[in-house]
């Protein structure tokens, strides 16, 4: 289990093991048995039965009394529940947003899906503010169109593709966007092998984006956030040199929405 640490804050080791517990209890996904336990978190027995009496006391844990077997109840599950029903994606996204701005000088947004269309919820002006790219808040624009929204389908099943496009048609607002099916299965291909996506001029003449995905606690990727330039500043060299920070930055905000890879 990874954790930060604030500067001058003295970390809790119990506190961490105890969580360390419920973690690989979760890993298990059936009821587990102390040793097994113990072993896989290379833990002494009794130390690892001595949380789980605190975790059973707190109502977290339960021990079958038949097989010896200890298993999570489902208060983590309300928990989890409760921060769901507070979470608000672009209050942890915004400060990302704004330095990964800062430090290309480029314009950065936030995304999400709403239906068969990919949404604009949150973005930071890069300087000039001359990009009509940089959608507003409310924007919406066609899933395969974008770098943004290719993420959001790359999962899809074909048979959910198919539904999709049999409502949309393939809506094709440059002549470079994907205007074939076959054309769509090779580029999300291409993006579940490399782990981003690009928008090649395919939503606005004269525009590139990159593009990278944001999982949720369940694994799914439920959100996107992309830097956008014009064609001139926006070279594929200049791509492999944001593709570090933006991944880093992506993977950085699917861990506070509870991804563990």
């Given amino acids: 289990m990874s954790s930060v ?16 517990i419920l973690e690989k209890m979760v890993e298990f996904r059936e009821p587990v048995k102390l040793k097994s336990l113990s072993d896989s978190l290379n833990l002494p027995a009794a130390t690892v039965l001595r949380f789980l009496g605190t975790l ?15 298993y999570l109840t489902l208060k983590l599950a309300r928990l989890g529940e409760e921060v769901q029903s507070r979470f608000e994606i672009r209050t942890i996204a915004r400060p990302v947003l704004s330095s990964l701005s800062r430090e290309f000088n480029e314009s950065v947004s ?31 624009a066609p899933l395969h169109c974008t770098g943004v929204g290719k993420l959001l389908i790359m999962e899809d099943s074909p048979e959910a593709l198919d539904t999709m496009f049999a409502q949309t048609g393939f809506t094709a607002p440059t002549e470079f966007s994907l205007s074939s099916r076959e054309a769509v299965d090779a580029e999300l291909q291409s993006i579940r092998n490399s782990g981003y996506a690009l928008d090649n001029q395919e939503c ?36 492999a040199s944001i593709l570090p920070r933006l991944l880093e930055s992506a993977s950085f905000l699917s861990r506070q929405m509870g991804f563990s890879s």
């Fill in 5 to 20: 640490q604030s500067p001058g804050v003295k970390k809790n080791q119990s506190l961490g093991k105890a969580l360390s």
């Fill in 56 to 70: 059973m006391d707190c109502g977290y844990v339960q021990k079958n009394p038949d097989t010896g077997d200890y």
């Fill in 110 to 140: 936030l995304a999400v899906r709403q239906g068969n269309d990919v949404v604009y919820i949150d973005g930071v002006e890069g300087p000039g503010h001359t990009l009509r790219t940089l959608k507003k808040i409310g924007h919406r």
């Fill in 204 to 239: 606005e003449y004269g525009v590139r984006c990159v593009a990278a995905p944001l999982r949720d606690y369940s694994g799914r990727v439920t959100a996107s956030i992309s830097m956008t330039a014009p064609l001139a500043r926006m070279s594929d060299e200049r791509i």
